[in-house]
């Protein structure tokens, strides 16, 4: 069955349009995802060509952006789900030229980087996307609440767990030393 001319007409301007201003928010927030530019430009790239093949699913006039981090946030888990069953795969890559910069700044930075990302990395699958929606793309917990399909209150609990986590990772608290969730007025406990 072919497509009738209402779903035609969602994938010219305004589609596109939209699709390709979204593009730099989509891929920051892949990246958060997946902490890989690669396997990002991939989730970006899939999530893409899903859409577009499900135009007809999306309602003309609702928020683009929405939709497509709730597409990109499945392709994602459903990587993830598969990669637990099956297993880590590692793939052999070529050697890439290495470019030495001498500078202070850009190793910190690096490492600044690299901890943060790992620090990302061990957060559970739900409070990832939260940082990725919230803290990196700037999203409110209103429009992440409606992006996960979390309530509100969930959104800013995961949140607020998220934050603590990496805060201890990044700061070097040990695992078994329980961070406060509030800090309690002198006297009150």
């Given at each position: 069955?072919?497509?009738?001319?209402?779903?035609?007409?969602?994938?010219?301007?305004?589609?596109?349009?939209?699709?390709?201003?979204?593009?730099?928010?989509?891929?920051?927030?892949?990246?958060?995802?997946?902490?890989?530019?690669?396997?990002?430009?991939?989730?970006?790239?899939?999530?893409?060509?899903?859409?577009?093949?499900?135009?007809?699913?999306?309602?003309?006039?609702?928020?683009?952006?929405?939709?497509?981090?709730?597409?990109?946030?499945?392709?994602?888990?459903?990587?993830?789900?598969?990669?637990?069953?099956?297993?880590?795969g590692v793939a052999l890559e070529m050697a890439e030229a290495i470019c030495?910069?001498?500078?202070?700044?850009?190793?910190?930075?690096?490492?600044?980087?690299?901890?943060?990302?790992?620090?990302?990395?061990?957060?559970?699958?739900?409070?990832?996307?939260?940082?990725?929606?919230?803290?990196?793309?700037?999203?409110?917990?209103?429009?992440?609440?409606?992006?996960?399909?979390?309530?509100?209150?969930?959104?800013?609990?995961?949140?607020?767990?998220?934050?603590r986590e990496l805060h201890a990772r990044l700061e070097g608290v040990p695992?078994d030393v329980a961070l406060p969730l509030t800090t309690a007025k002198p006297?009150?406990?």
């Open positions: 069955m072919g497509k009738t001319r209402g779903e035609a007409m969602r994938v010219t301007d305004e589609f596109r349009t939209r699709l390709v201003q979204l593009m730099p928010r989509l891929r920051r927030f892949a990246v958060a995802l997946t902490g890989d530019l690669d396997q990002a430009d991939d989730l970006v790239q899939e999530a893409c060509m899903r859409a577009l093949s499900r135009v007809a699913q999306w309602q003309p006039g609702t928020r683009l952006d929405s939709w497509m981090y709730r597409i990109a946030q499945n392709i994602w888990l459903d990587r993830m789900r598969a990669r637990k069953v099956r297993g880590e030495v910069t001498d500078g202070r700044d850009v190793v910190e930075s690096r490492l600044s980087l690299a901890a943060v990302s790992a620090a990302m990395a061990e957060l559970p699958e739900d409070q990832r996307v939260l940082v990725a929606l919230v803290c990196i793309d700037g999203v409110s917990y209103k429009e992440a609440a409606e992006i996960t399909g979390a309530p509100i209150g969930t959104v800013m609990s995961r949140l607020a767990r998220a934050r695992d006297g009150v406990f």
